[in-house]
Every structure is written in C-alpha cells, then in structure tokens.
C-alpha cells in the first residue's frame, strides 16, 4: 500500500463526532428498551430461545488475485466510492449464480 494513502490519527486528531456520550450513560435500560419499541425502524428484540438455537456463519475469507481489467471498467468501478473490489465481487457473484441456475 502506497503511503502517501495512510492516514494516521492521534487521539489529538481524532473526530469525536456528534453524539452526546453523557447523555446516553444516562439512559437507563428502561428508557432503551422503550426507545426501541417506539422505532418504527427498529429491529425486534429477538427472545433468548432464539439466540440458543443461532448459529455463527462467518463469511469466507477472500483470497487474493491479480486480474486484468479494462482501464475504463476499473475507472468505473473505483468512481463509485471506496469497496470497489468487494462491487466488483458483487457482480461477479451475480453473474456466476444467474448461470448455475441457467446451467
């Protein structure tokens, strides 16, 4: 990796963001757990049975090539924003599963 693309940070430079810490120590778990249920967005809090039964699924690792492209479909790919090897994956998966089930 080229080192003019590291960015190194301190605590000093840091970005703390937004959030109001002492506010949310503060919440108790009463205040959350109403919070959460009146969240129309919120996922539902799963019941304990249900995390005894869950399974661990950890995706495969990814392993590393060296593959040729056209300059302009990696311009492209690059142009949407950072993850573009794991798009570009993205695409590829498609592909190969729309032809499995052809096949």
Not at 26 to 35: G, K, W
């Amino acid at each position: 990796m080229s080192e003019e693309r590291i960015v190194r940070r301190t605590l000093q430079t840091l970005k703390r963001g937004d959030t109001d810490w002492t506010r949310v120590d503060a919440l108790t778990d009463e205040d959350i757990e109403r919070a959460v249920a009146e969240d129309p967005d919120a996922a539902p809090v799963m019941p304990p049975e249900w995390w005894a039964e869950a399974e661990l699924v950890l995706p495969e690792p990814k392993v590393p090539i060296s593959i040729r492209l056209d300059k302009e479909v990696l311009e492209w790919f690059k142009g949407q924003g950072p993850g573009y090897q794991s798009r570009i994956n993205a695409v590829l998966k498609a592909y190969m599963n729309g032809h499995r089930k052809a096949g």
